[in-house]
């Protein structure tokens, strides 16, 4: 009590309160893209891998024009040449030296070549350089072509077959179940023989199955949110199914849509390298990062900047659509972490 008696009650004063001040929200508030924005931001390979993907996009299209030499260009007395590139040649790399029968030579003085070729040369002389993005635009439109298709369709499907559930859900994962079960690169071989080898036939072909997996992931979200207050809501105030679906639904699906897609673009690019490699491709004189990398295949041990380039920017697409896909996904959805 002598404790007690001995405080200053004059030091304790209630704190002048402001009603305006006490209510202000200090921070601002985010909508759902915003927050997952700054997650993004966050993530240091996704962001790199964007900056990255965004330079192989504007080479895909604009290096082709930045060479001199069109990427369908035929001239055998300049076949084979190695990579050299302007002043870059005298720190000696990109010099247009290689091994000639065991020695190291100046191939362009020796062919007396005055020209450069910056990624080097074909065995028909055709411009690596033009080629490579020319190759890369070709592979980045089929790939996004085939996944806008994917996407359209697994969607749609997935869509519908979840929301009305039921015999109509039945009947649908059947025919699905058929379709998954069947070989994919048998059903792309035949289309692409019936079709004959081209871009319209391999985009058919890769998407013939290729939607399954898409249809499947929305169909199991559509499944989850459908008995949400806000869809019973909607139900009970007369809404259509149609505008359910497309007005309710979608919206929520659209991470999980933008996620598989982002997924389904490398692949796409893959499988279409893949194709291409076995002779199933694009047929000469266009190009496409797989038909590249089979003709640098033959002469990988003579020439191997031939398969180097075409290579590396195929690994590089690669890499930087799952990194960025791993950062959606992140992003979208931060319970996936754990």
Do not use: C
């Not at 209510?23 to 790199?48: C, H, T």
């Not at 898409?214 to 139900?235: H, T």
């Not at 491709?281 to 180097?308: N, V």
């Amino acid at each position: 009590m002598k404790a007690i008696d001995n405080i200053d009650l004059n030091k304790f004063e209630p704190a002048d309160i402001v009603a305006e001040s006490s209510e202000r929200i200090e921070k601002p508030s985010l909508n759902f893209w915003q927050d997952a924005w700054l997650r993004i931001r966050k993530n240091k390979g996704a962001v790199f891998s964007i900056f990255l993907l965004a330079i192989l996009i504007i080479m895909a299209f604009v290096g082709p024009h930045l060479s001199p030499y069109a990427y369908d260009k035929q001239n055998i007395s300049h076949a084979n040449l190695p990579p050299k590139i302007q002043g870059i040649e005298k720190l000696g790399i990109f010099d247009g030296h290689m091994k000639v029968s065991g020695v190291e030579t100046d191939v362009y003085k020796q062919k007396n070549i005055k020209e450069y070729y910056w990624f080097g040369t074909d065995s028909l002389g055709r411009d690596i350089f033009s080629r490579a993005w020319k190759g890369t635009q070709v592979s980045l439109y089929i790939a996004f072509l085939a996944a806008l298709i994917d996407m359209v369709i697994g969607v749609v499907y997935g869509l519908v077959s979840g929301y009305y559930g039921g015999n109509v859900d039945n009947v649908m994962q059947r025919i699905l179940e058929v379709i998954s079960g069947l070989p994919q690169l048998v059903i792309v071989i035949l289309m692409i023989l019936v079709l004959n080898p081209g871009i319209i036939s391999i985009t058919v072909a890769l998407t013939i199955t290729g939607w399954t997996g898409m249809a499947r992931v929305v169909r199991g979200q559509v499944l989850k949110l459908k008995s949400q207050e806000y869809i019973l809501a909607s139900r009970t105030l007369g809404e259509s199914n149609g505008k359910i679906m497309f007005k309710h639904l979608i919206p929520n699906l659209s991470s999980v849509i933008i996620i598989n897609t982002m997924f389904t673009i490398p692949n796409a690019i893959f499988f279409e390298a893949f194709l291409s490699f076995i002779g199933l491709g694009l047929q000469p004189p266009k190009a496409s990062l797989g038909t590249l990398i089979e003709d640098g295949f033959t002469t990988m041990q003579f020439l191997p900047f031939q398969l180097l380039i075409p290579a590396i920017i195929i690994s590089l697409l690669m890499i930087t659509f799952n990194l960025i896909a791993d950062g959606l996904r992140d992003a979208f959805d931060p319970k996936s972490r754990d």
